[in-house]
């Protein structure tokens, strides 16, 4: 140990899905888009002058807030913008959980948000999902330093109805209540109707998922225009500069193309029921995802082997092996038909069936 070591900042760093280099494999592991981005945003980057690259990008990101703002029915001042919404969540964790109190989320959810609060500090505790991997909703009805979770959850995919999301928010008016809706595109309901209603809502949205944009790298948020200030502040006070002018553009083409976004999610909602169907063939036990992945577990093959088995044929699904509750689960991705074709033809030759 080198004697600086006692003054680092050490932490259990998030673990991102694989993104294997092979070509020729079925890519069902983080939850991207199997359909490219909007046409606009390929012509938008066909068309960028790179000349524009000298100078600093607007810092107010204003040409892509107010073009989600119009999309959404907010105002500019409403909407912030990030590099991904896991840029947008570790801004808003940074700035809105500043209590002695515990913030709370579910013991099974995204895996960042424990990672975050440990990197920054944060008291937490997690309250466990019921035996069918729901939220409970009475458990945050309790005193605490703020409240996160996803709505659909994530692995699990299963969506909270917009008015048990509003009993939580209700109740918890002394606190920043996040939602993160990464997945809500694929069959929920957004809270954003409530952003109205109440000044202690942020609702975080991606692109990377509904948008086929992963690797732009866009995320945002919508929330009461004093939050989002607050949000804001804490973001200039450590980068000020985070989304590059090419990533505006492209970011703007995409919200601009409304017919494109609601053909493709149609696609991933269509195959994910024909998925659904499928496994229930073969077996397997899952809830009713309303997200652009499928959380499941076969009646005959453990998590782990069937995740092996199918990495061998060069499919890549996400298992978790923490914790132990859903160790027997896979985490599947919806890819397109054809995928989803291939992927069963496996599944029947691993399960012999
Ligand atoms: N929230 C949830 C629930 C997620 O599953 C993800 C994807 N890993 C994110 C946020 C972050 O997505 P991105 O940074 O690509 O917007």
């Excluded at 000349?51 to 073009?67: A, C, E």
């Excluded at 991904?84 to 809105?96: P, Q």
Aim: proline share 5%; with cysteine.
């Amino acid at each position: 140990m080198y004697s600086w070591e006692q003054n680092i900042r050490k932490v259990i760093p998030y673990t991102p899905g694989e993104q294997p280099k092979e070509k020729d494999i079925i890519k069902l592991n983080t939850n991207e888009n199997p359909y490219p981005p909007a046409p606009g945003v390929a012509k938008a980057i066909k068309e960028f002058d790179t000349n524009s690259l000298r100078k600093y990008p607007d810092p107010l990101i204003g040409k892509l807030v107010h073009s989600i703002a119009v999309n959404y029915g907010m105002r500019d001042e409403e909407v912030f913008v990030g590099v991904g919404s896991d840029d947008v969540l570790a801004t808003a964790f940074l700035t809105c959980f500043n209590s002695d109190k515990p913030i709370i989320f579910p013991d099974i959810t995204y895996s960042f948000y424990d990672v975050w609060a440990k990197l920054f500090n944060i008291p937490f505790e997690t309250k466990a999902l019921d035996e069918n991997f729901k939220i409970v909703t009475e458990d945050y009805l309790c005193d605490n330093g703020g409240v996160i979770f996803p709505n659909p959850n994530a692995p699990t995919g299963e969506l909270m109805e917009l008015d048990e999301v509003e009993r939580i928010i209700a109740a918890n008016r002394d606190v920043v209540v996040i939602v993160d809706e990464a997945y809500i595109d694929f069959g929920g309901t957004s809270a954003k109707s409530l952003i109205k209603k109440y000044d202690n809502l942020l609702v975080v949205q991606t692109y990377s998922k509904s948008r086929s944009l992963a690797g732009m790298r866009i995320g945002f948020m919508l929330g009461n225009e004093k939050l989002v200030k607050y949000i804001n502040d804490v973001k200039y006070s450590y980068n000020s500069y985070t989304l590059s002018n090419l990533t505006i553009e492209a970011g703007v083409a995409s919200m601009e193309d409304t017919a494109y976004f609601e053909e493709c999610v149609k696609k991933v909602i269509d195959v994910r029921e024909w998925t659904k169907v499928e496994l229930k063939k073969r077996g397997f036990i899952f809830g009713d995802s309303k997200s652009n992945f499928i959380f499941a577990k076969s009646d005959r093959m453990s998590g782990n082997k069937l995740f092996e088995e199918l990495k061998k044929r060069k499919i890549y699904v996400r298992h978790f092996s923490k914790p132990e509750r859903i160790d027997d689960y896979l985490r599947i991705s919806i890819g397109t038909a054809e995928e989803m074709k291939i992927f069963m033809e496996k599944l029947d030759e691993i399960l012999g069936l």
